[in-house]
């Protein structure tokens, strides 16, 4: 299917829908490099392998607690932020500048590895465009909602 995310195409996936996101890379279940954002060989094999070990650090501190192993790691360091989030089969972590927001980077993780594991696909609205001769009605807004249904409960619990 043409609309299917592949795994060489995940991390350039994550890159193009923030504007906060400077490089991402993939990795499989074995820790093996199988995406990147970066054209650069070297670099991409570099941030793979800072990636597996940021998990398996944390996964070192984490052994003795009694909880799941960690599937989110953020770390914000002077100059920008590395954010990350691991599925059974895949790793997925993103280099950002420092203003990014936890929230939004970590949800964007989330649905990419969702998408590539076979979720739906990420929406994405379309800006208004600022010569248009009419306003968008909100029918129309509605239906660029992340959600749509929200947009129609709306409508339904009006009096």
Same mark, same amino acid.
């Given at each position: 299917?043409?609309? $299917?995310? %592949?795994?060489?195409?995940?991390?350039?996936?994550?890159?193009?829908?923030?504007?906060?996101?400077?490089?991402?890379?993939?990795?499989?279940?074995?820790?093996?490099?199988?995406?990147?954002? !970066?054209?650069?060989?070297?670099?991409?094999? $570099?941030?793979?392998?800072?990636?597996?070990?940021?998990?398996? $650090? +944390?996964?070192?501190?984490?052994?003795?607690? !009694? %909880?799941?192993?960690?599937?989110?790691?953020? +770390?914000?360091?002077?100059?920008?932020? +590395?954010?990350?989030?691991? %599925?059974?089969?895949?790793?997925?972590?993103?280099?950002?500048?420092?203003?990014?927001?936890?929230?939004?980077?970590?949800? !964007?993780?989330?649905?990419?590895?969702?998408?590539?594991?076979?979720?739906?696909?990420?929406?994405? *609205? %379309?800006? *208004?465009?600022?010569?248009?001769?009419?306003?968008?009605?909100?029918?129309?807004?509605?239906?660029?909602?992340?959600?749509?249904?929200?947009?129609?409960?709306?409508?339904?619990?009006?009096?």
């Amino acid at each position: 299917m043409a609309g $299917t995310l %592949t795994p060489e195409r995940t991390a350039a996936r994550l890159c193009g829908l923030s504007s906060d996101a400077r490089a991402a890379v993939l990795l499989d279940a074995a820790g093996a490099l199988a995406g990147s954002s !970066d054209p650069d060989a070297e670099r991409s094999r $570099t941030l793979g392998d800072l990636a597996r070990e940021l998990f398996e $650090t +944390v996964d070192r501190a984490t052994r003795d607690w !009694d %909880t799941e192993p960690a599937e989110q790691v953020e +770390v914000q360091v002077a100059r920008g932020a +590395v954010f990350a989030s691991r %599925t059974p089969r895949w790793t997925l972590a993103v280099v950002a500048r420092r203003g990014a927001l936890s929230s939004l980077m970590l949800y !964007d993780l989330r649905a990419v590895l969702s998408e590539l594991e076979g979720g739906p696909p990420i929406r994405v *609205a %379309t800006a *208004a465009d600022e010569g248009a001769r009419e306003q968008a009605s909100e029918e129309q807004a509605a239906s660029e909602l992340p959600v749509p249904e929200l947009g129609r409960d709306a409508e339904e619990q009006t009096p």
